[in-house]
Nanobody, 125 residues
Framework: QVLLVESGGGLVQAGGSLRLSCAAS????????MGWFRQAPGKEREFVAV????????DYADSVKGRFTISRDNAKNTVYLQMNSLKPEDTAVYVC??????????????????WGQGTQVTVSS
């Protein structure tokens, strides 16, 4: 079993930055792929970013490419999401997830192995 705990959310003005963290505990962190999703009020959950177990490959939703960066520190069992140039439409609950394969995260599969509880990000205009 893996427990995922997100942190780093908050209120920020448009154009600002935030860094989210997702700390994993339990079974071996590697080589699980890790990803971030978000869900805004009244909208479906959407894929944001994914990183492979070794950190050698990443992928992003088109809406965040060039603004968000996903990274991981396997020594700390933590994955990060650096969010720059934030927009009001980035407002959502951000949730991290872990799975055996990155492609399942990228596909937005609902039955991923592990999910966190989420952290709120609010971007004011």
């Amino acid at each position: 079993q893996v427990l995922l705990v997100e942190s780093g959310g908050g209120l920020v003005q448009a154009g600002g930055s935030l860094r989210l963290s997702c700390a994993a505990s339990g079974r071996t962190f590697m080589p699980l792929a890790m990803g971030w999703f978000r869900q805004a009020p009244g909208k479906e959950r959407e894929f944001v970013a994914v990183i492979t177990g070794t950190g050698g490959s990443t992928d992003y939703a088109d809406s965040v490419k060039g603004r968000f960066t996903i990274s991981r520190d396997n020594a700390k069992n933590t994955v990060y999401l650096q969010m720059n140039s934030l927009k009001p439409e980035d407002t959502a609950v951000y949730v991290c997830a872990a799975d055996q394969t990155a492609w399942r995260i990228r596909s937005g599969a609902g039955n991923l192995d592990y999910w966190g509880q989420g952290t709120q990000v609010t971007v004011s205009s």
